[in-house]
Each structure stands twice: as structure tokens, then as C-alpha cells.
């Protein structure tokens, strides 16, 4: 199969958790600060207030069996960030910013480990924005990253908020991207079902309202440079899209207020392709462009793509479209565009 031959890929969204987590040092323990805890074999438990968070297996931190899936996956190079429940956006922001100093030193020794196979996203303290800015210093210019990863809110707040500006203009500044992943979304109490319902139909949600407050605010009109991607195909941005491009033409308030298309300015975001279906991904990429849809795994967790070569084949796109989706793309929003062999 193509998807067992193929090993070219860039998987931008894969995620790492530590093997252990650092002893808080300050006086009083914060309540959410996170720690292990032994489960069987090759897993751990994390635990976050008290209670078992996720239960993960050893290739959150493992590089070796890591690296031993690329071949299956039809991969050569992951691009890892944190599991996003560490972003700890609700922490003081001083233990926030020693925990993702923490996170981010880990990834980069992941990194260095991988002989060039892994590259990493690092996390920054956003409750507090010069603290924010001097982390995204440090994952750019002393480890190396080409970026960051965000929530899609900061307790509660969208990524297009006027008073994240700042951080955003050094991103732009820096060139470093921004990978913006689905994070305590709304509309939790209209779901009726287990727990897993937040990953499966909420995070979308909180996704697409995240990169529509990037349209609504024109973020990335006052930002030409910035790089910056949504997790999830872009969760419910397609659905809501041609909605708010309707609005805009209809309401002198939207026009007044949007300075561009909505749809011409989507179609300057990126997307990973992790949607688990042929047809939508065909109309992402019919609706955003062919140039800005890139591979996503959500590797190693259960609710991964195993087959993300696989899924991009089955939509049966041209080849050129098929190589931007696995490689090009990606390595355009990481800063790093070659030519392709």
C-alpha cells in the first residue's frame, strides 16, 4: 500500500508527555500541578488535581519506539509539542512558566536525540505576556524550535484577543509559527456521553471559533508574516465559513469591522489534515487551498491517525497536491521549504 511505501511525510501534530514531572519547589503546592503515576507495563497515569487525568503509553516520552512507528505511518520527520492540558494556562503564571521550562527542555533533548527525526514546539505562559514572549525567546533562539504551540482559548479568552497582539507580533518578528490546538473548549455541558465526547466533538468546535476570532479580529491582516496553523482540519471553520463570508456582505457592521474577505483570509491559515474522512479533507482543501492543508496524527494517543499517508491517498488528489499535503506545506509553515525530490 502507498501508505506503507511512502516515507516522506511531516507529521505536524504529534504530542509528548514527560516520563516524570518536576517537584514543585515554591512553599505550597499548586492544585493542578501535574505528576506520574505508575499504571502496568509500558504505561503511566497522569495526574492533574488529584485524579488520573489520561493514562499514557511510554511513546509520549520514548524516543526510540517513537521513531520505530514512522515507517507503518509512512512519516520521516514529527513535529512534537506538549499534550495541551500542560499548557496550564490557569496556573499563577511564575509556576506556569518553570513547568513549561520543564517541557520545553524535554522536548529539545527528544529532539536532540532523534538524529534530525523530531523537531519541536515549545509552550509559553500566555496568561502572562511578557513572561509569554520571553519563553518564546528562549524555545526560538537558544533550543532551536521553529515555534510554539497555543490553546485555542487562554482560560477562556480567543487567540484573536486584541491583548494578545504583543505576542503574536513577536512571533511574527522571530518567524515563528504557531500551531493552535483544541483546549478546555466551550459547550461542554451540551454534550450528553463519557468523557471522551470532549476530544470527539467539542474540540472541533473550540477549534473553528478559535480561527474564526483570528478573521473577525484581523489578526492575520495586521500580521502578514505570521504562520499560524489550526489543529482538527480547523474543527468547525469549514461549516462556519461560508456563513460568516455571507454575514460580511450582508451586515455594514461585519464589513465595518472585517477589513478583508473572510474567505480570502482563511485561505492564509493552515490546517492539518486529522479529520478521519476522504470527503472533508477533499473540501478543506477545495475551500482553504491545496497550499495550506498539511499531515496531523495526533500521535501517540488512541484517537491518532495510524494511517495519515493513507488518509491523504484515499482522497485521491493529484500528485502534486498529495506531495504539498504530506510535505511541503509543512515544511513552509515550520520555516523550513525545500525542494521537494
Known amino acids: ?116 527525526q523530531l523537531m519541536g514546539l515549545g509552550a509559553v505562559p500566555l496568561q502572562d505576556l ?41 512571533c511574527e518578528a522571530l518567524g515563528a509559527c504557531v500551531f493552535v490546538h483544541a483546549l478546555r473548549p466551550a459547550g461542554m455541558e451540551r454534550l450528553i456521553g463519557p468523557p471522551p465526547l470532549q476530544q470527539v466533538l467539542a474540540y472541533p468546535g473550540d477549534v473553528g471559533l478559535a480561527a474564526a476570532s483570528v478573521l473577525t479580529s484581523n489578526l492575520i491582516e495586521r500580521r502578514p508574516g505570521l504562520r499560524i496553523a489550526f489543529s482538527h482540519g480547523g474543527g468547525t471553520l469549514a461549516s462556519l465559513l461560508p456563513r460568516l463570508q455571507q454575514g460580511w456582505t450582508v451586515f455594514p457592521a461585519l464589513k465595518e469591522s472585517i477589513n478583508t474577505s473572510p474567505r480570502e483570509q482563511a485561505r492564509k491559515l493552515f490546517y492539518d489534515t486529522l479529520v478521519f474522512d476522504a470527503p472533508t479533507l477533499q473540501h478543506l482543501v477545495a475551500l482553504f487551498g491545496s497550499t495550506q492543508l498539511m499531515m496531523g496524527t495526533d500521535y501517540p494517543f488512541n484517537f491518532h491517525d495510524h494511517q495519515p499517508v493513507g488518509s491523504i491517498d484515499a482522497a485521491g488528489f493529484d500528485e502534486q497536491t498529495r506531495r504539498l499535503l504530506l510535505e511541503g506545506n509543512a515544511r513552509r509553515f515550520l520555516g523550513a521549504s525545500h525542494e521537494l525530490s
Not at 136 to 163: C, D, H, M, Q, T
Open 1 to 116: 500500500m502507498a501508505s506503507l511505501r511512502c516515507t516522506c511525510g511531516v507529521d505536524t501534530h504529534a504530542h509528548v508527555i514527560p516520563a516524570e514531572f518536576p517537584h514543585y519547589m515554591g512553599s505550597s503546592v499548586p492544585a493542578d500541578w501535574p505528576s506520574m503515576a505508575l499504571a502496568h507495563e509500558c504505561h503511566r497515569h497522569v495526574m492533574i488535581s488529584g485524579k488520573v487525568y489520561r493514562t499514557v503509553s511510554d511513546r509520549c516520552w520514548n524516543v526510540g519506539k517513537r521513531l520505530a512507528d514512522f515507517s507503518a505511518m509512512g512519516i520521516s520527520l514529527q513535529v512534537i509539542s506538549p499534550m495541551p492540558e500542560l499548557l496550564s494556562y490557569w496556573l499563577n503564571a511564575s509556576a506556569a512558566q518553570l513547568l513549561l521550562r520543564y517541557l520545553n527542555d524535554q522536548i529539545a533533548a527528544m529532539v536532540a536525540q532523534s538524529g534530525g
Open 130 to 170: 511578557d513572561l509569554a514572549i520571553a519563553e518564546l525567546e528562549y524555545v526560538v533562539k537558544v533550543l532551536g524550535f521553529p515555534g510554539v504551540e497555543i490553546g485555542s482559548n487562554i482560560n477562556g479568552r480567543p487567540v484573536g484577543a486584541p491583548e494578545f497582539d504583543p505576542f503574536f507580533e513577536a
